[in-house]
């Protein structure tokens, strides 16, 4: 919008090789019979249909590119709302982000467990992690205005304008909707930072100034690696060092995954087939990398129904009704982590209100396990609960 000309054409040849690939892409991605299905869940026409959005602005500026700058403004404005809006109209999830679509129940389970999906002024965030990430920004923002004052003839000054904006839209996103956009603050943090560094140790002039390039130099990296020190959950030392452990010990506050394993695996006993287990959203990484069983549940948002027949399952209030979940779904196993860490996602959130009648996961937990299911009992398993799901023989003819 703002060179017109040149660069307004590239924009356009971007804009359409972008629809074009997207379209090619699709090919690839949906069997022919499914191309045109709507899911804002995974690569869908819905993309095809956002790049060509974006390709329809790209083209209306590249036409206007010799006009003056008022009318490239214009042009490109009224585009940009009429797409945006248009395709917003037409999927209104997509307003939620990438997981809009996302079932409520399933977004907030998931949200509950995936600390990247977390803005930085949420309210999960600690205070310190708040303090540093947000000084890391502000630093990286700091030494990229000194820059573009510093900035001389145009294309520097688009540089840093350019490098300023980004960092800036970056933070933005990871401050109010989802922390994982830091990784770009971080990257667009880079030029910045060593540009300004690279300044004052040209100009240095004795012991002095040295020391303070070198003093900036430690404060930008202690502020760049310090987060990794504020956790919102830290896990207790003892279960840090849970690799030095020996597998008879019990994890204090912890649950031991190398332990559940070891049993799982066993080919005299659980280990003897692939089994599928009803889980909390916590443990599948760990049983799915370690053992050859397959889980129910799993932070991902494409398994709706697995994620909400384990939720009904840890919420129900009539144990005939989880048990239903367990017939219907052949489950062998139940699988959980007594931790309020683990199985958070599972309780009412501050200020909500508790459930009106006690739910399946209040009985597993309190030690009330009814005659369908087999308690697992380990030593080494610190606070995971492992049951067996109790059949009857099948009669022999």
Known sequence: VFEGKDAARDACSFGLALAASSALLLLTARAPGHLFDVDVLAYSVVYVILTASMAL?????????????????????????????????????????????????????????????????????????????????????????????????RSERWLWGMNFFVLLACFALAAFYQIRFKIFVDMFSILPIVGTLKFAWDRRTGALSTLGVWGLFVFAMLVLIMPGAFKNNPKPRAQAQGAAQSETEVPKNGCSNTALAKVLNDPHGLGDRPRLILNTINESADILLRTPHYVLAGPYHTNVSGNLDSLHFFLAADPEEAKAIVDRRHVDLIALCDRPAQIRAYRPAPGEPAPAKETFLDRLTSNRIPDWLRPIRSDTFGQYLLFEVVRPEKQAF
């Open 57 to 153: 602005c790209f083209s209306g500026v590249a036409i206007v590119r010799n006009k003056t700058l008022l009318v490239r403004i214009l042009t490109g404005a009224l585009l940009a709302l009429a797409a945006g809006g248009a395709f917003l109209y037409a999927f209104p999830s997509m307003m939620g982000g990438p997981y809009g679509g996302m079932h409520p129940d399933i977004a907030k389970l998931i949200f509950s467990v995936a600390p990247e999906a977390w803005p930085i002024f949420g309210p999960r965030m600690v205070g310190g992690l708040r303090f540093f990430l947000s000084a890391w920004a502000i630093v990286a923002a700091g030494a990229n205005l000194f820059m573009l004052a510093r900035a001389r003839g």
